[in-house]
Nanobody, 129 residues
Framework: VQLQASGGGLVQAGASLRLSCVVS????????MGWFRQAPGQGREFVAV????????HYVDSVKGRFTISRDNAQNTVYLQMNTLKPEDTAVYYC???????????????????????WGQGTLVTVSS
């Protein structure tokens, strides 16, 4: 199973970016898909998760109203649309796959990195002030 994340870059505060993560080597719809981030010197933080068909989602409070997670099951791809970026959003962003058919409820099973089975390599997002 491979997860290939892309779309990071250097932007100014207030700008937008869209991250993509293409999944191969498995049945994409068997998995919830999440995005996490890790800032320098900090632990890996949950950002967003979507269930297998994109109908239920959950976000960390700090990105609610600014970020949107979505997926295209025909393209085996999950996206993270990031609007109104802030300097504190600067981090390496990782996509991850959790084998589960349940809906997203924002429980520990949805937000804990230890629940995820596969990880992408990360894409760097830098937001300047």
């Amino acid at each position: 199973v491979q997860l290939q994340a892309s779309g990071g870059g250097l932007v100014q505060a207030g700008a937008s970016l869209r991250l993509s993560c293409v999944v191969s080597g498995t049945t994409f719809t068997d998995y919830k898909m999440g995005w996490f981030r890790q800032a320098p010197g900090q632990g890996r933080e949950f950002v967003a998760v979507t269930d297998w068909n994109g109908r239920s989602t959950h976000y960390v409070d700090s990105v609610k109203g600014r970020f949107t997670i979505s997926r295209d099951n025909a393209q085996n791809t999950v996206y993270l649309q990031m609007n109104t970026l802030k300097p504190e959003d600067t981090a390496v962003y990782y996509c991850a796959a959790h084998r589960s058919s349940t809906i997203v409820r924002g429980t520990i099973k949805d937000i804990s990195p230890t629940q995820y089975d596969y990880w992408g390599q990360g894409t760097l997002v830098t937001v300047s002030s």
